[in-house]
């Protein structure tokens, strides 16, 4: 069973960093492309940044660019979401998930989802 196991989230100010990571564990890592998803407060969810399953192709929302940066070890079943400059509007409860395909833009197809985390920046 593949357990996605998120940490790093809590309350900072604007223009703090944080650091969130994500462990993928119960089969090979390096088989899944890891996605991290946001929902604000009454707002959609949003496909915030992925990573494909070799770490040589990213995306990132327009939103978070430049200042977030997501990279994986795949030697320890993680990946990390670099979060720089935080904006109150980055203020959302962020999931992760991974999946056997690469920047799936339907939510429900992907496989394995860790519990969500509080990323709340104060201004």
């Known amino acids: 069973q593949v357990l996605v196991v998120p940490s790093g989230g809590g309350m900072v100010q604007a223009g703090d960093s944080l650091r969130l990571s994500c462990v993928v564990s119960g089969d090979t890592f390096s088989k899944y492309a890891v996605t991290w998803f946001r929902q604000g407060p009454g707002e959609e969810s949003e496909l915030v940044a992925a990573i494909n399953q070799g770490g040589d192709s990213t995306y990132y929302a327009d939103s978070v660019k430049d200042r977030f940066t997501i990279s994986r070890n795949n030697a320890e079943n993680t990946v990390h979401l670099q979060m720089n400059n935080l904006l109150p509007e980055d203020t959302a409860v962020y999931y992760c998930?991974?999946?056997?395909?690469?920047?799936?833009?339907?939510?429900?197809?992907?496989?394995?989802w860790g519990p969500g985390i509080q990323v709340t920046v104060s201004s």
């Open positions: 998930a991974a999946d056997l395909s690469w920047l799936n833009w339907n939510l429900a197809e992907y496989r394995y």
